[in-house]
């Protein structure tokens, strides 16, 4: 009799071992399928790219750093600023040039850059990039992201190392434009074109 109870109290243990087994495996890989989830970075949006922008306001160019993590300080820092907005939103490839009409070259060797008519606004959307001066022109030119486009024509875009003082001497400026007569950078040109974020 005693045999019989001890026989069915390891039997009942075991059962219960295996149960206990079996849900801590189901939780390992339920919690890993959760952190794998968390983990994948999210598809970049043209929203997700002006929350993105637009929450650098009034920041200096200490926030920001190259793909390879230079700081943006070293030199003029529109471009490093709207490429780290893009990467930020999860956009790529992305540009790594510091030279603002360099911008617009990728732009056309990413089959991205929509030129901007003479005379009219062209096709500006939200989580564009927008140049100053033609695509290759060396410096002198200027970028910005664009973060609002409206029926009247002007767009708003935010940008980095905007106006005057030299590198590292401004802050994330939002601006309101008419792309057909804005003009800016060093050599204070008209809008080339807008840059397309790729694949979004």
Do not use: E
Not at 55 to 68: H, Y
Not at 125 to 131: C, M, P, T
Not at 181 to 200: F, Q
Request: aromatic letters at 8%; a positive charge.
């Amino acid at each position: 009799m005693a045999r019989q109870r001890t026989t069915r109290f390891v039997g009942v243990l075991l059962g219960t071992l295996a149960a206990v087994a079996m849900a801590v495996t189901a939780t390992s890989s339920s919690a890993y399928a959760d952190s794998s989830s968390v983990a994948a970075p999210a598809k970049a949006t043209r929203a997700g790219i002006r929350s993105m922008a637009n929450a650098q306001v009034g920041k200096s160019c200490t926030s920001f750093t190259t793909a390879g993590g230079t700081s943006a300080c070293q030199n003029w820092w529109c471009a490093v600023f709207a490429s780290w907005v893009w990467r930020h939103a999860g956009v790529t490839p992305a540009p790594t040039t510091w030279v603002a009409t360099d911008v617009g070259t990728w732009g056309k060797a990413h089959h991205v850059f929509k030129a901007r008519p003479a005379g009219q606004r062209g096709n500006p959307l939200v989580g564009d990039i927008v140049v100053f001066g033609q695509p290759g022109a060396g410096t002198g030119g200027h970028v910005g992201i664009v973060t609002a486009v409206y029926s009247n024509g002007y767009i708003d875009t935010m940008n980095g190392d905007y106006g005057s003082g030299g590198p590292g001497s401004t802050h994330v400026v939002k601006s309101h434009i008419n792309p057909i007569t804005a003009r800016s950078g060093g050599s204070n040109w008209l809008i080339s074109g807008y840059v397309s974020p790729p694949g979004v």
